[in-house]
């Protein structure tokens, strides 16, 4: 069978890649089925085994489809999840009020980001016109590795080489990266975070059986500087304890340690991995938050158990984050201006947090409790209101206001607002049509 190849302008590799995620995204290749081989690809599509290869290697990396060791390439359940998810923002869009005061949304404020002096080191990197001729490294920019070691060594107590660094767009086209190594003596996972839909999407596609008992999995997900969704951290104390436990029944810890450096009252707490010493602790974080989501920039550390196996197959990658992304951070990094980044942002976040539970508290006349997390973004309030939990949340968004139901106990409710996507000057007017809608 050929291919009808409709946009000259669009590279065939492109091509064959929207072919195949339109056939996933539709349903007509269920989660599960076999894809085509590489050979067999080309054959029916009419093109080289280079073309098909590239377009496998970014539906691999898209998530639409995993590898597995002498087998092949298998349909995700990610375009399946993609159709749902269209079908539910297409009916929710069609009876809900445009939302005016996103308190549930997971973005940032626009002043906590120089965007005038990020395009200017973009700028700059794209007049590096030699080095932009050629493919990025698979493992990230060598030049950034070692600006991210230098980072993690004196923000996270991190233990690592640019050697033992991987970069990526996303943390999870690092665990596509990942857990093709792990598969082969560790089957099942403990996953702390229940919300970490996409992570544990990514563990049941690649065969892992995720697990609720802690001390029966081979491989523990743990997010230490946000255990709880207002910020929370895990001691010292119980860092040391946990990694003592996995040392001691041979378990891996996957260490997620994002939004870390979002602490309101004190210093960060020092990292998994760096307390470890660096030994078979895998070390996962982001900068989307510290720059902007868009910036699909993350890393993971490899301990050396697991990077002798990650350089065998390192080139059977490619790189998915931005080249010219990844060299202008670098220099970003180089100049200080993350350091910068990380003052301003949490100079902004508390002050706006704690703005947010001194307004909670003002409009509702002392009827509610708001408090503040150790960091992140959430504040918790709590009310009584004879409402349910379930009305008070349609009413709220019947006047735009969107926010995270957490807990009903008979009247007394329990609520999360993020501080972070609302302007500050705001929130007395949001709160007050909370008020009025919930006649609290």
């Given amino acids: 069978m050929g291919m009808n190849w409709t946009d000259p302008g669009m590279p065939r590799y492109l091509q064959v890649y929207q072919y195949y995620k339109e056939l996933i995204v539709t349903g007509k290749m269920l989660p ?22 590239a377009a496998y290697m970014n539906l691999a990396a898209d998530g639409y489809i995993l590898s597995r060791p002498q087998s092949g390439f298998y349909v995700t359940g990610r375009g399946q999840n993609e159709q749902k998810n269209r079908k539910r923002e297409r009916d929710s869009g069609r009876s809900r009020k445009e939302i005016l005061y996103p308190f549930a949304s997971s973005a940032l404020d626009r002043e906590s980001f120089n965007f005038d002096l990020w395009r200017r080191y973009i700028k700059s990197a794209l007049r590096q016109d030699e080095r932009l001729l050629s493919y990025g490294e698979p493992q990230g920019e060598y030049d950034l590795r070692e600006a991210i070691c230098g980072y993690l060594a004196q ?70 500087s946000q255990m709880t969704r207002q910020g929370d951290i895990m001691p010292v104390a119980d860092r040391i304890a946990l990694i003592r436990q996995a040392q001691e029944q041979g378990q891996l810890i996957i260490e997620d340690d994002y939004d870390s450096e979002f602490r309101y009252m004190n210093r960060p707490t020092p990292c998994l991995q760096g307390l470890a010493g660096g030994e078979e602790i895998v070390y996962v974080s982001t900068f989307s938050k510290l720059l902007l989501p868009s910036i699909r920039i993350s890393f993971m550390v490899l301990p050396p158990s697991l990077l002798e196996a990650y350089l065998v ?7 998915t984050a931005s080249k010219t992304e990844q060299i202008a951070l670098c220099q970003f990094i180089r100049d200080g201006h993350l350091n910068s980044q990380i003052r301003k942002a949490k100079r902004l976040y508390t002050g706006k947090a704690r703005q947010l539970c001194e307004e909670i508290e003002k409009v509702f006349s002392g009827g509610a409790k708001a408090r ?69």
């Fill in 372 to 440: 503040m997390g150790q960091g992140g973004f959430y504040i918790q309030m709590e009310l009584s209101c004879p409402l349910s939990l379930e009305e008070m949340t349609a009413r709220a968004e019947s006047q735009g206001i969107s926010l995270i139901p957490m807990e009903e106990k008979g009247e007394q409710k329990t609520f999360l607002l993020s501080c972070s996507p609302v302007p500050a000057s705001q929130y007395h007017q949001a709160l007050m049509l909370l008020k009025d809608v919930w006649q609290v």
């Fill in 313 to 319: 197959r390192r080139d059977m990658y490619n790189q």
């Fill in 155 to 224: 923000n996270r107590n991190a233990v690592c080489k640019p050697e033992d660094v991987i970069v990526g767009a996303g943390v999870q086209s690092l665990l596509h990266i990942l857990l093709p190594l792990l598969k082969k003596d560790r089957h099942s996972v403990f996953l702390q975070n229940p919300r970490f839909l996409q992570g544990a999407a990514l563990f049941e596609d690649y065969g892992f059986v995720r697990t609720e008992n802690r001390q029966q999995a081979d491989i523990l997900y743990i997010t230490p």
């Fill in 32 to 53: 599960g089925a076999r894809m085509p081989s590489v050979r067999k690809c080309a054959a029916q599509l009419q093109v080289s085994r280079t073309t098909a290869e």
